[in-house]
């Protein structure tokens, strides 16, 4: 076999090729992480001054157990003027017991219910139209039983945006996945919609965290576009009410919610594709543009590779691609762990760009799963866990 030095001027096409595709790619990642650190410094600056009254609804599905461990966190909140709402869903005695007990050392903790025998309909959204509805503040923050805050400043946090003129507040929860791949696809998937809601293009919220005024709900008719589906009460309720003048992201640590979960892995498995359900109802320029984004390191590493077979007696091919690897792999590991560590989502990983290459063949994956489930995601149908 004979070593050649000289590349021909379609090996040299194919080397820009895979390099334009890796560097836009590479500037994408790092677009949103100034995105998000933008926002973080812009948050920080805004005084925490409001006072305005702030309802918290927590809706409760058996989580007595989190609650007798969580409540403290909502209840020691350094607000002025603030009421928890827990929303039995379906009246849980153990609940009702626990909390009956806090209600009396605890003056600004109230408890309403969903009744049991309510079928048909969204059982989540009805819960928080119960709430809502017995909420004596325009101010609503929405969360789960199982989530807790990790500061006092909580409320602060998100309440201050609408002092500064917004009607909806995105927030952001962190969740203890163990799996290295839910870790990177929930990155991913935070990724895309706290920045596109920072480049004031709004599509989705997350109900542990997650605030709007009342009356916007109201004007809304609340949930009644989507009452025959058990989820939506987010995605599909903030794609409705939030635009680009009145939706703010808030993302400080001191503003996060922490998710508990006893089986997370699975449970983000379950989410995820109740979510491809209902991001088909949604109209977002996030999703063909995160499809764009999720081939580009394929379309770089196919290219590379077609260069390498042209060239393959060629000894500065392999330099050259060893090279790209190197510096590519590089800048993407570090722009992917400064995104997680302002998330929260970090996890030391090196298999990062192995993910990424592989990612639009995950993407399909839970696309095809999530078709074959459709017929659960409607209230006719038991809510399947």
């Known amino acids: 076999m004979n070593i050649s030095f000289n590349l021909e001027p379609i090996i040299l096409i194919l080397l820009g090729i895979s390099f334009f595709f890796a560097l836009i790619f590479i500037f994408w990642e790092y677009i949103n992480l ?5 926002c973080i410094k812009k948050s920080l600056s805004l005084s925490k001054d409001n006072t305005e009254g702030v309802s918290v609804i927590i809706y409760a599905d058996n989580d007595t157990e989190n609650l007798s461990h969580n409540l403290h966190n909502f209840l020691s909140q350094d607000y002025p003027n603030y009421e928890i709402i827990i929303v039995n869903d379906g009246a849980n005695e153990a609940t009702n017991t626990l909390l009956e007990d806090m209600m009396q050392q605890a003056p600004n903790l109230r408890l309403t219910y969903t009744p049991n025998d309510a079928r048909n309909l969204s059982r989540k959204k009805l819960a928080i139209m119960v709430g809502i509805k017995a909420a004596q503040n325009d101010i609503i923050i929405t969360t789960n039983g199982n989530c807790t805050p990790v500061s006092n400043q909580w409320i602060k946090s998100i309440a201050k945006h609408f002092n500064n003129g917004a009607d909806v507040v995105i927030g952001h929860t962190t969740l203890p ?3 290295r791949l839910n870790h990177f696809l929930r990155q991913v ?3 895309k919609y706290l920045t596109h809601a920072l480049r004031h293009k709004p599509y989705r919220g997350i109900s542990d965290n997650l605030a709007y005024r009342k009356s916007l709900f109201f004007k809304n008719k609340g ?3 989507s009452m025959h589906l058990h989820f939506g009460e987010d995605d599909l309720f903030i794609n409705e009410i939030a635009n680009s003048r009145n939706t703010c992201v808030e993302i400080t640590p ?3 919610i922490q998710v508990q979960q006893h089986n997370a892995d699975h449970e983000f498995t379950v989410t995820k594709l109740r979510r491809l359900f209902t991001e088909r109802m949604i109209r977002s320029a996030a999703f063909p543009l995160a499809i764009i984004k999720s081939l580009l390191p394929l379309l770089s590493t196919a ?5 390498i077979v042209f060239a393959f007696t060629n000894a500065v091919i392999y330099g050259v691609a060893l090279l790209l690897f190197i510096l590519g792999t590089t800048l993407h590991l570090l722009i992917y762990h400064k995104t997680g560590a302002i998330l929260r989502t970090d996890r030391a990983n090196i298999f990062i760009p192995f993910y990424s290459l592989v990612h639009p063949f995950i993407a399909l994956y839970y696309n095809i799963r999530s078709r074959r489930h459709t017929a659960y995601n409607l209230t006719w149908q038991p809510l399947h866990k």
Request: net charge neutral.
């Open 189 to 191: 998937d935070t990724v």
């Open 177 to 179: 996945l163990h799996s």
């Open 34 to 38: 100034h995105s998000l650190k933008k």
């Open 254 to 256: 001191e503003s996060l």
């Open 303 to 307: 290219t590379m590779i077609a260069a």
């Open 223 to 225: 949930f009644s576009h």
